[in-house]
């Protein structure tokens, strides 16, 4: 008989359940002074469990104990008559140690416990000191856990227990797939300005132990990107393979005086920090591999300040996520500072899931009708997106970092207060229809979509600044509407429209893009108030329309072909003249404190791609709100050139 995974059990007879076995070492308990000094195999492992205690147990000190009973019984047990039974019973018969080994295939769950947490391992010295770390390689059988010593210097000095951790799948949903060649860069700006000493303001130790405290509760950070043979996306978390984040923590010769002169561009730090990571693709800096996430960490000279610099692709979170994992990063780090004593408060248990199978709970058999260009799109068959589906994710993404990372936008950075903005919103609500209340997200959208879609228009009209056609710009057919259509595609946060439990709580993607189109010719021709009101009334009416239906009808077309995912990719990059809106700026970026402070200043670095436009929370001790702009130059210009645009604007910052 054999089960699911092709296992072959002894005799034909059902498989017992589970084994808990524990590795003694014999050489105290046979009273042989040769033993202390014997190299060979001296350590012998002793079932000690059966599975009704196991399952059935809690970890509460009363059962702990009877675990423990067990395990000094089985130990005791290990004496010099012990072990000449068993000598004497292996070599009984030929095939007798074979038939001891083959013994454990009848249990269908087998664990081996081995404790070597008293040897000498820091004790090994060459003549140039002892080691700074000591662990087991990857080990050849899973099922294994090993207690090994932690450096008896360290900060840390206790036990460092090595876990096998089973290999996982997260077969990656729609929402996720087509979001699957984007990251998220974000950088968090803390000055510290009292001047807190090294060992207090940050320090690397507990970032770094937190960060990988936040990894061990969130494993899908750790996996590879794969593709099955049809195209479709999952990442494969393997334990004896794992694909762990991109992780740096660097001392920088600049003051952060220096970096706020400068108006925080990331792009004028030594090296190349601040292009590295903005397509997810194979890099030097990371060994070559495609990572799904990298931070690095960068401190700033006499302790004046630190960068943390975050870039997580988007098939593992979206901006909502992301602010999520910062926080629950920064929640551990926090933790890590305080006394740690009986007394102490245990560490909140993490809210956080990644389920991509989120999806399913709440897809409907209704229908509703979907913007007819995306069904066109996703339903035309493309030469390109089969092949991007097809080529691996590692070529894949190759080849969009030698398209796109090399590219050089302009970013602009604008303040506009809650006061402006509201003054705005209430003027733009006065041409409202009766019983429509806007957003202050519904006007800020439609005004920069305006902004934006003059700026590129004059850009297009000056002989000098012709923009040339990409490639897959000259290929008929974009995402949402012909590729001489402007349009307008707005990001909306579904995890409030939707009924699954906890959906706040969830990392993965759950924004959904949908366009608002703009024939040739019928652009507004100025952000006045009833123009901005008239679009504002449709983004006001497309977020309203998001409901389940919509969603569900949306997953299923998406789902009804592999390539799909990829289809609206092309699509969106064949759209000539587009602007891509997200609205952070109710998220809570500035509450990532690792302890010492709060960020100074939260912005996204330069992205790879253009046309794209961040709502962004300002600094709370300013208020209002930050409008991050990523153009190219002389669409940028143009905007700033904007006399109406400007009238909104406090202060802003360009990097050019």
């Known amino acids: ?169 997260f077969c990656l949903n729609e929402l996720d797939s087509v979001a699957s060649i984007f990251t998220i860069p974000i950088c968090y700006w803390y000055e510290n300005s009292a001047r807190i000493s090294w060992d207090s303001f940050m320090p690397a130790k507990i970032l770094e132990r937190a960060f990988y405290m936040v990894l061990q509760e969130n494993p899908i950070f750790a996996g590879h990107l794969r593709a099955d043979s049809s195209g479709r996306l999952y990442i494969d978390v393997d334990k004896n393979n794992l694909n762990m984040p991109g992780y740096t923590d660097t001392f920088c010769d600049l003051d952060f005086s220096v970096m706020s002169d400068l108006g925080f561009d990331i792009r004028k730090l030594p090296g190349n920090l601040g292009r590295e990571y903005r397509v997810p693709a194979p890099s030097g800096l990371v060994g070559g591999k495609l990572k799904s996430a990298c931070f690095s960490i960068v401190r700033f000279k006499d302790n004046s300040g630190i960068l943390v610099y975050a870039t997580i692709s988007h098939f593992l979170v979206d901006g909502y996520g992301f602010t999520h994992f910062m926080n629950r990063w920064a929640e551990i780090a926090r933790w890590l500072q305080k006394p740690q004593d009986a007394d102490s408060t245990p560490l909140p248990e993490s809210k956080l899931f990644n389920n991509r199978d989120i999806h399913s709970g709440y897809l409907s058999s209704q229908t509703t009708a979907l913007d007819t260009s995306l069904v066109n799109n996703l339903s035309s068959s493309s030469s390109l997106a089969r092949w991007l589906t097809w080529i691996s994710p590692e070529t894949r993404a190759r080849l969009f970092k030698a398209v796109l990372g090399t590219s050089n936008h302009t970013c602009c950075f604008f303040h506009i207060s809650s006061k402006t903005m509201e003054t705005l919103r209430s003027s733009v609500q006065a041409y409202a229809p009766e019983g429509v209340r806007y957003s202050i997200n519904d006007v800020i959208t439609a005004y920069i979509v305006i902004v934006v879609a003059q700026a590129k228009e004059k850009a297009a009209t000056d002989w000098w600044s012709k923009p040339v056609p990409s490639v897959l710009s000259t290929i008929s057919g974009g995402a949402f509407g012909k590729p ?173």
Not at 52 to 61: D, K, R
Not at 587 to 615: I, K, M, N, Q, W
Request: with cysteine.
């Open 1 to 169: 008989m054999a089960d699911k995974d092709g296992r072959g059990y002894i005799n034909n007879k059902e498989p017992l359940d589970t084994l808990t076995a524990v590795a003694i070492n014999m050489r105290p308990h046979i009273n042989n002074p040769i033993g202390a000094h014997f190299v060979g195999n001296l350590s012998f492992a002793r079932g000690i469990l059966s599975s009704h205690v196991l399952v059935q147990a809690e970890t509460n000190p009363e059962n702990l104990s009877a675990v423990a009973t067990n395990i000094r019984k089985a130990v005791a047990a290990m004496n010099k008559e012990y072990f000449a039974q068993l000598n004497n019973l292996l070599n009984k018969d030929i095939d007798a140690h074979m038939r001891l080994a083959t013994h454990t295939a009848k249990y269908k769950n087998r664990l081996m416990v081995s404790n070597i947490s008293k040897y000498s391992h820091y004790k090994t010295d060459f003549g140039a000191g002892n080691p700074i770390l000591v662990r087991p390689t990857l080990l050849s059988f899973p099922n294994v856990i090993l207690v090994m010593p932690s450096r008896p210097d360290s900060d840390f000095d206790g036990y460092e227990i090595t876990m096998p951790l089973d290999k996982n799948t």
């Open 484 to 656: 001489s259509d402007f349009v307008g595609i707005v990001y909306v946060n579904i995890r409030p429209r939707v009924s699954v439990d906890n959906a706040d709580k969830y990392l993965g993607t759950m924004s959904f893009g949908r366009g608002i189109v703009f024939p040739q010719g019928t652009l507004p021709k100025s952000p006045n108030n009833e123009a901005v009101s008239t679009l504002a009334l449709k983004i006001r009416k497309i977020i309203s329309s998001m409901d389940e239906q919509y969603l569900g009808q949306y997953v299923h077309l998406v789902n009804s072909h592999p390539d799909n995912y990829m289809r609206q990719t092309v699509g969106l990059f064949k759209q000539r003249c587009k602007l891509m809106v997200s609205n952070h700026s109710r998220f809570e970026h500035y509450s990532v404190d690792f302890g010492a402070v709060a960020p100074t200043l939260v912005r996204h670095t330069p992205h790879a791609f253009s046309d794209l436009v961040y709502v962004m929370p300002a600094n709370p001790s300013q208020g209002g709100y930050e409008v991050e702009f990523n153009m190219a130059p002389d669409v940028a210009i143009n905007i700033i050139c904007n006399n109406k645009w400007m009238k909104l604007v406090d202060k802003f910052d360009s990097y050019l």
